[in-house]
């Protein structure tokens, strides 16, 4: 059974860039695809980006010009680089498998909060 | 690419149905039977539902039910219980071959 696990700074600074990654155990990162999503407090899932081993991505049009997700399939994880945050981006982000085929978001990370503020 | 359209809120009794609406556009909802649905306790992450507009995983009671109409997908949970206070999101897969959520729909039960 697959299982993600989030890590990363817990704060960053407005301006600056956030920076997380997300270990994939319990099976091949070459199976699936997968996805970032996000929840600012109180609010709803905001798909963020995806990711496939060969390096194929596609981002939220929203967010694309200040996002980068890549993959290390070698150390069995993958990340995500979100820059110039501000506020705004104040969220519980998850690390999540996205299965292409029937388009369904399982397994899920618990999330990790990151709070933007200096 | 905009939110796909819920409602806030639906309650209902306990063995009661409620149906909560997901509207989005030709581009997303209305193009692909592309749809899912995820409910989320509180301090929790989301759980996979139904998947393409009206599959249940393994393990998904058969009280959880999903279709679509045109441009507008539902969720239907028939015999409501306590444990079914919760939000739930629908997601679609769009044109552009990205993904978008629904605003979220908090389901209590009376």
């Known amino acids: 059974q697959v299982q993600l696990q989030e890590s990363g700074p817990g704060l960053v600074k407005p301006s600056e860039t956030l920076s997380l990654t997300c270990t994939v155990s319990g099976d091949s990162i070459t199976y699936y695809y997968w996805s970032w999503i996000r929840q600012p407090p109180g609010k709803g899932l905001e798909w963020i980006a995806y990711?496939?081993?060969?390096?194929?991505?596609n981002y939220n049009p929203s967010l694309k010009s200040r996002v980068t997700i890549s993959i290390d399939t070698s150390k069995s994880h993958f990340s995500l680089k979100l820059s110039s945050v501000t506020a705004a981006d104040t969220a519980v982000y998850y690390c999540?498998?996205?299965?292409?085929?029937?388009?369904?978001?399982?397994?899920w990370g618990q999330g990790t909060l990151v709070t933007v503020s200096s | 690419q905009s939110a796909l359209t819920q409602p806030p809120s639906v309650s209902g009794s306990p063995g009661q149905s409620v149906t909560i609406s997901c509207t989005g556009t030709s581009s997303d909802v209305g193009s692909y039977n592309r749809v899912s649905w995820y409910q989320q306790a509180p301090g929790t992450a989301p759980k996979l539902l139904i998947y393409e507009v009206s599959n249940r995983p393994s393990g998904v009671p058969d009280r959880f039910s999903g279709s679509k109409s045109g441009n507008t997908a539902s969720l239907t949970i028939s015999g409501l219980q306590a444990e079914d206070e919760a939000d739930y999101y629908c997601?679609?897969?769009?044109?552009?071959?990205?993904?978008?959520f629904g605003t979220g729909t908090t389901v209590t039960v009376l």
């Open positions: 990711i496939y081993y060969s390096g194929s991505t």
């Open positions: 997601s679609s897969h769009t044109s552009r071959s990205t993904y978008v």
């Open positions: 999540v498998g996205l299965n292409s085929l029937y388009n369904w978001f399982d397994p």
